[in-house]
């Protein structure tokens, strides 16, 4: 009995956790995962169903499903004169997640009170709204501000032709526009730790995606005025806050934020080619402040003559103390590596 319950528990788990991307042929795939029939499958269906863990919508034939939010609110708080991010989170958030494994409540303590005093004390705006889901499968959190937006505020301060240019110096880490109150690490962080994550403000959006350890520049239709960050975590993750942190730390031991993983093509825009040495430049402004540096090449079919010299035989000479490494690079591009590193 105990053998067939775990197995009952492992389905609905399966459901739970694969039906928001498949909510028209959970059943199909359930029975593909597990070998059982399709009246077995539709007995834990209806199951989370009268427990209203799912919902459900249209005709028998062509029938979707989708999780239920067993939470959902969304609060103003006014600036000034909010409370503290950790008193918002203690009377809001901590209770609205409810019993959660350590690791998972410890992610989205160290997340919120991060984006959280961001907004309090950067964003400039009258006011900060979170939005707070909690389904059987994850929760979602969106912390939203009205203010200048960070994209802007970045650009203003580094002095940057372009906006958009402000996600490849967040994508590196280590930046603040207030460094005399800030370590510049928390958005860095913070978005390797969830499964999903993202700051949108204007028309640019910062992304990240976990297994790929990919940043990406969308550009879109205006959202709204000041920045609006996205974070969703699976309630079951295993990840953990110092899983992440250590993965940025130096192999030797040594404690703090020693590397980064920079995604080169943030220094392309639109067709760019990346050819010239402003360009790579712009790459490596700030990647000084640690001690190694992965370039990641994918998405980058070819690099040219300068944009490597710059990066492969220029900056090493004038910063030895630095470890530059490419990691995702196609043929054509490690040869271009290769021959600027040869007349070095």
């Known amino acids: 009995m105990t053998r067939v319950r775990a197995r009952g528990e492992q389905v609905r788990s399966y459901i739970i956790d694969n039906v928001g991307k498949h909510p028209t042929n959970i059943t199909r795939l359930t029975i593909a995962r597990f070998g059982i029939t399709r009246q077995a499958v539709n007995q834990h269906v209806h199951r989370l169903v009268d427990e209203g863990a799912l919902l459900h919508e249209g ?7 989708k999780l239920a939010p067993l939470a959902h609110w969304i609060r103003d708080y006014t600036l000034p004169g909010s409370p503290a991010e950790d008193q918002v989170w203690m009377r809001d958030i901590a209770p609205s997640l409810g019993q959660m494994p350590q690791n998972v409540a410890g992610i989205w303590q160290y997340a919120f009170t991060e984006m959280f005093n961001n907004a309090l004390e950067h964003s400039e705006g009258t006011s900060i709204g979170v939005d707070f889901t909690k389904t059987a499968a994850n929760a979602e959190l969106i912390i939203f501000d009205d203010g200048i937006g960070i994209f802007k505020k970045i650009q203003a301060a580094l002095g940057l032709q372009d906006e958009r240019h402000s996600v490849l110096e967040l994508a590196k880490g280590k930046f603040t526009t207030d460094p005399a109150r800030h370590s510049g690490q928390g958005i860095f962080f913070a978005s390797r730790m969830f499964d999903d994550f993202a700051i949108l403000s204007g028309e640019v959006i910062f992304s990240h995606e976990l297994e790929d350890v990919e940043d990406w520049i969308v550009e879109r239709e205006k959202y709204s005025s000041g920045t609006a960050v996205f974070m969703t975590l699976s309630n079951h993750t295993s990840r953990t806050t110092k899983r992440v942190f250590d993965k940025f730390a130096s192999e030797s031991g040594e404690y703090g934020f020693t590397k980064t993983v920079v995604p080169v093509r943030l220094a392309r825009y639109g067709d760019d080619d990346l050819v010239s040495r402003s360009q790579a430049r712009r790459l490596l402004a700030r990647v000084d402040r640690f001690k190694l540096v992965m370039l990641d090449f994918d998405g980058v079919d070819a690099i040219g003559q300068a944009f490597a010299d710059e990066i492969f035989r220029v900056f090493p000479a004038q910063h030895p103390e630095v470890s530059v490494v490419e990691i ?10 290769s021959r600027a590193r040869s007349t070095g």
């Open 328 to 337: 995702k690079a196609s043929s054509p591009v490690r040869r271009m590596i």
């Open 59 to 65: 005709a028998t034939r062509a029938r979707a499903y």
